[in-house]
């Protein structure tokens, strides 16, 4: 299968210019232009397919929205390649743009003063849609995302999960092929995030549309993204299947126990004390060195029990363990 977005050896560098403070520094400012070269995407490479709906993570400032902006043709990189549905994005913005959609979580595509209503009639005009596909893909977005309560609000009295809403049907009017989720969750409530979660996937899997997510929201990821790839400084750390980035990286398991009794010293062999309240203790554990049964059978030949319980490390601490320890991609 030809892969929609191809990035090969992508980087992009700014200059941070040195700055004199005082009079006589901003004197200086005009002819001392010493800089530091931060390397915000550094040699990047990856292919995406058709169908597929990729989550992009990472830490703040890591390179993800310089990425996402390289890939729409906002900015253009110092070196390296990319061609996205055979276009070159920053070459070819004029008619690239009619193929893809965008949503940013902190800005608006729709007209701040205008209502809703009239802000997608605009788009129907700039995208050239037509007037029958325009008027099936609203009414099939409106249900959706339940617009029907603020259509004739102007965009500047929406909530920020409204506002979302509204994006996210303004962005798939022309029926992109591709689009860019940037951080679009951010600052919702539950409810919103829920309906903002459901309407990717189903035009992920009804319409086909490739999608690539970026976001701090590991709950996103969860629930949405079959792979993922993590950046952090600039490089890809992980590119791969989310289950298998668990698998491999969320090692550790917690065990909780509640005893039957107070017990001094409930060591036990092959796991690590890390919490303790009276007869509650949890312990953690790796799953290559012993499995739970086997170490819930040890507990319980030693000590009384009341009640356990197993769980899998969290996410948010296998993402946070590949940020601190720079885990390399393999």
């Avoid at 919490?275 to 953690?284: F, H, L």
């Amino acid at each position: 299968m030809e892969a929609i977005i191809k990035a090969d050896r992508l980087s992009k560098d700014y200059k941070i210019y040195k700055d004199h403070k005082g009079y006589l520094g901003a004197l200086r400012n005009l002819f001392d232009r010493r800089f530091t070269l931060v390397h915000a995407v550094n040699d990047v490479s990856f292919r995406i397919y058709p169908g597929e709906l990729i989550g992009y993570i990472g830490p703040n400032g890591a390179g993800k929205s310089t990425t996402i902006k390289m890939l729409t043709g906002l900015l253009v990189p110092t070196s390296g390649e990319v061609q996205v549905n055979e276009f070159i994005p920053w070459k070819d913005r004029k008619d690239y743009v009619k193929h893809i959609g965008a949503v940013f979580g902190q800005r608006t595509t729709l007209w701040w003063d205008l209502p809703v209503r009239d802000s997608l009639e605009l788009l129907k005009h700039i995208y050239e849609i037509p007037s029958d596909r325009f008027k099936q893909n609203l009414d099939s977005f409106r249900a959706i995302l339940e617009l029907d309560a603020f259509m004739d609000t102007p965009v500047r009295s929406l909530s920020l999960g409204q506002r979302m809403r509204a994006d996210l049907c303004a962005a798939l009017l022309h029926d992109p092929k591709l689009i860019f989720l940037d951080e679009p969750t951010i600052g919702l409530d539950v409810v919103a995030k829920q309906r903002v979660r459901e309407f990717i996937q189903f035009i992920n899997a009804k319409r086909g549309t490739t999608i690539l997510l970026t976001t701090h929201d590991t709950a996103d990821i969860a629930k949405l993204c079959k792979r993922i790839m993590i950046i952090d400084h600039g490089k890809i750390l992980y590119d791969g299947e989310f289950d298998e980035l668990i698998k491999y990286y969320g090692g550790s398991r917690v065990l909780s126990v509640e005893f039957a009794e107070f017990y001094q010293d409930p060591t036990i062999d092959q796991a690590k004390i890390i919490q303790r309240d009276g007869v509650n203790v949890i312990y953690s554990f790796k799953r290559e060195d012993i499995s739970a049964s086997k170490l819930i059978h040890q507990l319980s030949e030693k000590y009384r029990i009341r009640d356990l319980e197993v769980q899998d490390q969290a996410i948010e601490d296998v993402i946070r363990d590949i940020y601190e320890n720079q885990l390399l991609y393999n």
